[in-house]
Each structure stands twice: as C-alpha cells, then as structure tokens.
C-alpha cells in the first residue's frame, strides 16, 4: 500500500556547509591509509569506500561512549533554543573526514557541523581513537561487502563525483537528555545525486556493548541488522519525539494509526522500519536535513522501503544541491496490507 499527501509547500533554504580539515593532520603513514585492501584496485573503489566506511563509524562510536562515560558533555546551543551541539559533535566528523580522506582524498564531505570543526582541535584530541584501532586495522566488520557483486554503474564510480552526507550524531538532543538508545551517527554515500550507500551507527546499542553498525546498498544488499516486516493490519506510524507541531499530527491523522511511536533521532526511526517495529515515519514539516535522510534512504531503499518529499518526489543529494532543509513524508508499508 502506498499513501501520498499532496502538498505544495515550499523547501527553505539552508546553507551549505562543506567539512573542510587540514590535511597536513593526516601523516600519510598511518596505517588505516595503507590497509591492503583499501589500497588494492582489483576491488571496486565503491566497495572499498562503503568497506571503510562502516569501519570508521565502528571506532567513531568509541567517542560518543567516551563523552558519556566523563560526563563532560561540553553543551552549546547553536541557535533557535534547541538545537545543541555537544563535544562528541564536533569530535566525530573530524575523526570521520580524517579517516576517510586517508585513502579517498577526493571525496566531498558534507555535514551538519559544517566548517566549525577543526581536526587539530585539542579541547577533544583525547577522545579520537588511535590510529591502530582494532576496528580500524584487522577486524573487518562486513568482510562480505569487499566481494559484493554489484552493477557497472557503481563499479565505474569515480572518487571525484562521490558525497559524503556526514551527521555524526543524529539525536542529539536526546544524548543530552540520558535517551542514548535514540543515537546514530549517519554516513550517507551519494553519487550523481543519488544515495549509493548508507552506513548507520548506534554507539549505544543493546544489540553489542561496542555499539552495532549497519550498512545498506540499494539493489545490493545490506547487513548488520535482520529486515523484519511489521504485523499485518496494524498501522503503526512512528515521529518525531522533540519537534512535532500541528502540520505533522495533521499528516499522521490522515493516516490513521494503530499507534504512533515517538522517538528521537532520524536514523533510530528508520532502523524501526527495517526491522519491523513501525510501518512508517512521518514527518511532513521542515526540519530534516539531508545529512539526516541520505544514509537512511538508502538502507531503507536496500530492504524495499522508499522515502519521498510530500509531492511523492525522491530528494537530491548532488554537491551543489541548493535546498538542505526539507520536507519529509517517509512511508514504508507491509508489503501484504491491503
């Protein structure tokens, strides 16, 4: 079953912010740069990208764990009264950017903490893992995604023309709040405007005390979590826990649901669909950005789901995108229901 809300409204403008790090940070001898196989061009250069990916949001959660664990969360408020940013805010993309530049140096990075973070920044040094971390060096997570069978089209894809939509701590209103269940770090791979790939990371998850990462490559596959198919007839519609307000109750009214499950945090209520906790995420009001929605999408397209504006439209996620806030109806339906 498919439900559209037909609607005009029109996207805002945000500004786009581009992650920009001193490379000079980056000694070109660390060894995440000359792991084999991130080095080895008999593997697809998309494979070995969504491969390090998956890595480096493993060990990034290590710094949100290590921020909870001091208890100095370092709060400031970056505008409007809610919307904090917290240490393991700022510390994460840089850690993230650094690793990924290592050995894809070309890629576009783009993410919510724009040009603020530094990657020599000493007030959060301390809580970047080493460079010989575990995760990083001989524990692959997904060994699998390095011998994926995948199309000409992602085969061919050239470092150059891939973004990076980086949130490195969806939910952070909730992490200031004790709600740590409620926390991802998003990692979105798009190429010519289109999510390839997605990685989502729970720092915080029950599934492992070292967190649990799941990746999704549409048409491919993904992994890291089992795809379970919410019970027949029962519309369970989840939202927004922090930032609801008339025009999304209004949507989700349309809808009726069986329940409403309110949650923080884009990429935790995606993970609900997926694994069958809700049939569908709601939220038909600016707000999201698209550093929250890329790395969702595509696991979501990965298990047959779809996210779509309120005109039933699909988002682009090209460089030069000019709209960052959006409007978002996100549906994912069992398959069986009528």
Not at 147 to 164: A, F, Q, S, T, W
Request: with cysteine; hydrophobic share 40%.
């Amino acid at each position: 079953m498919s439900v559209c809300l037909q609607s005009s409204r029109n996207l805002l403008f945000h500004a786009r912010f581009t992650l920009s790090f001193r490379h000079h940070q980056v000694p070109e001898n660390r060894p995440f740069s000359k792991m084999p196989v991130l080095q080895s061009k008999d593997v697809p250069l998309f494979l070995r990208l969504v491969s390090a990916t998956t890595q480096v949001a493993s060990s990034a959660g290590s710094i949100a764990r290590k921020v909870v664990k001091s208890g100095e969360l370092d709060i400031v408020d970056k505008g409007g009264g809610n919307d904090p940013q917290t240490i393991a805010d700022r510390a994460i993309p840089a850690y993230v950017t650094q690793m990924l530049r290592q050995s894809f140096p070309k890629l576009t990075v783009i993410g919510e903490e724009g040009e603020s973070v530094s990657a020599d920044n000493a007030l959060f040094e301390h809580l970047i893992p080493p460079s010989t971390s575990n995760s990083l060096l001989d524990k692959f997570i997904f060994p699998q995604i390095l011998k994926l069978k995948i199309p000409d089209k992602l085969r061919g894809i050239k470092e150059e023309d891939v973004v990076i939509w980086l949130d490195p701590l969806d939910g952070t209103t909730e992490f200031t709040k004790g709600g740590l269940g409620h926390v991802t770090t998003l990692i979105g791979i798009a190429h010519g405007g289109i999510p390839v790939a997605g990685v989502i990371h729970e720092p915080f998850s029950y599934h492992s005390g070292d967190g649990r990462t799941i990746y999704g490559i549409p048409g491919v596959g993904y992994g890291g979590c089992q795809m379970v198919l919410p019970q027949t007839g029962k519309r369970i519609i989840t939202t927004t826990q922090s930032h609801s307000n008339p025009r999304i109750e209004a949507a989700i009214g349309i809808l009726k649901p069986y329940r409403v499950i309110r949650a923080g945090g884009a990429g935790h209520k995606a993970l609900y669909l997926v694994e069958g906790v809700a049939n569908a995420y709601v939220f038909a009001s600016k707000g999201l950005k698209k550093w929250d929605t890329c790395a969702p999408e595509a696991l979501l397209q990965a298990v047959g789901g779809k996210m779509t504006d309120l005109s039933g439209q699909a988002y682009s996620y090209n460089k030069d995108v000019s709209f960052y806030r959006i409007f978002h109806l996100l549906l994912v339906f069992n398959q069986h229901e009528n």
